[in-house]
């Protein structure tokens, strides 16, 4: 496909110099297929992965045929996660505001009263359902005069159980609207879904195809005991790396290994449904700041998860299925940088985790021989990017030395080689042989956990 220019696109003068201000030059292959589309009025239906630059694919034009004058809000984004919902408002902001436009943000965890207002105020709302739902009840505003209705990473809300909220809002909308489709996968209720919601849509591809694993991320499993799990993911934190996210399966799950890690001295915060909208953006804040550089979250926060500089994606505990794997490995190697994901798996685990690494194409290397490359990180390494193309843009992070630590003032970590491929990981005392240690990639920012309902 031909490199086309945002000008080239129809973008307008003043949404490209916008774009510009920010070191956006050049659209991403998503964002190149879906704007042409959505300038010109035609609904849309793309499966995209994460990471891939979407929120400007469907930001960029949305802003450009929203008219200040129009009556408010005029359009609607829906997102499954408060997180997600914040990061599309930051993203579109300083764009919207090249044309006079206001976006908000509509999610549960702060005051309603003061939402309601600035929602009301706006031409464009970006809101999860459950809350929405909560405002239009309320009569803070209406949806009478939504012209673009967005909907992102469809398969997560329903994934989540908002199908019914999401039938009602759409109800809620004029039926001469536009409507744009977003989501990761097509299974299921998610097609379903994206057949009922949209009319006559323009079907676009992009990424690796449905159920595959990234290729940007280099896979690794490494077989753990129940009693060896935590010290192997703190010798991989000791390692070299920059951004690391670790999952877990429950609440109390990270809080306690947050607590554990606290213990061997590595300095990790929690992030999960449970916690206080505040706490969450503070977590959130620190991580993405290098103030805290491991952040240890439960599958309903990968979708609310996107920062720049996450190099390494840890499955402390095994995900359920093939997609949740997607989802969570998703949250680095994104729009074209490279990442690591590294899946600790116990002996009752293996067989479940084979399966799921043969469904997604990826060489797991267990079933008796060795760990697929079970060594530790790489802090500091240089890390891949693109230079251009979406909500992905972001001043580039300082490089941390391999010996100093980052701001933490922690050090680096140990200096381990891990195994080579075809080679036994060294025993206690022994060197490790061999090197197969790729460099980390820096994700850059593209565009997205909560309960299912804010309190």
Request: with cysteine.
């Amino acid at each position: 496909m031909s490199t086309q220019s945002f000008a080239d696109l129809g973008v307008s003068n003043a949404v490209v110099a916008a774009l510009s201000a920010r070191g956006i030059t050049t659209p991403f292959p998503v964002q190149n297929v879906v704007i042409g589309d959505v300038l010109a009025g035609r609904d849309v239906l793309a499966r995209s992965p994460t990471g891939s630059g979407k929120t400007l694919a469907f930001g960029i034009p949305v802003i450009d045929r929203t008219a200040a004058e129009a009556r408010r809000p005029a359009a609607l984004v829906l997102a499954p996660t408060r997180e997600l919902a914040t990061q599309i408002v930051d993203d579109l902001r300083p764009i919207a505001h090249a044309r006079a436009l206001k976006v908000a943000a509509v999610y549960g965890g702060v005051g309603l009263l003061k939402q309601a207002t600035l929602a009301a105020r706006a031409h464009i709302v970006v809101a999860t359902p459950g809350r929405l739902e909560d405002q239009i009840a309320r009569g803070a505003f209406t949806l009478d005069h939504v012209r673009t209705l967005v909907i992102d990473e469809a398969d997560r809300m329903l994934d989540m159980g908002f199908r019914p909220a999401l039938d009602r809002i759409v109800e809620l909308c004029p039926r001469d609207r536009q409507t744009l489709f977003f989501s990761a996968t097509l299974h299921g209720e998610a097609g379903k879904a994206a057949r009922r919601y949209t009319n006559d849509a323009i079907f676009h591809e992009h990424g690796s195809s449905e159920r595959r694993a990234s290729v940007d991320v280099d896979h690794r499993f490494v077989e753990v005991t129940h009693d060896s799990r935590l010290s192997s993911l703190v010798e991989h934190l000791q390692g070299k790396r920059d951004l690391t996210l670790v999952f877990v399966r429950t609440k109390h799950g990270a809080d306690k290994l947050v607590k554990k890690l606290s213990g061997e001295g590595i300095t990790a915060v929690a992030m999960h449904g449970n916690k206080t909208q505040r706490q969450r953006e503070r977590a959130l804040a620190q991580f993405e700041n290098y103030e805290v550089d491991t952040l240890v979250a439960t599958d309903v926060a990968a979708r609310g998860i996107d920062v720049t500089g996450i190099s390494h994606v840890v499955n402390f505990d095994p995900p359920h299925d093939s997609e949740t794997y997607v989802h969570r490995i998703g949250r680095t190697g994104r729009a074209g940088a490279t990442g690591i994901g590294i899946t600790l798996v116990s002996p009752d685990q293996r067989r479940e985790i084979v399966q799921m690494a043969g469904d997604l194409g990826i060489e797991h290397g267990l079933g008796g021989g060795p760990s697929v490359q079970a060594g530790g990180f790489n802090r500091g390494a240089q890390r891949p990017h693109s230079s251009n193309g979406g909500e992905q843009r972001r001043p580039q992070y300082g490089q941390r030395s391999g010996n100093g630590g980052g701001k933490s003032g922690k050090p680096a970590g140990r200096n381990h080689k891990p195994a080579g491929p075809g080679q036994r990981p060294a025993r206690p005392g022994q060197r490790p042989a061999g090197q197969g240690q790729r460099p980390a990639g820096q994700g850059q920012r593209p565009g997205q956990g909560q309960r299912r309902r804010a309190a």
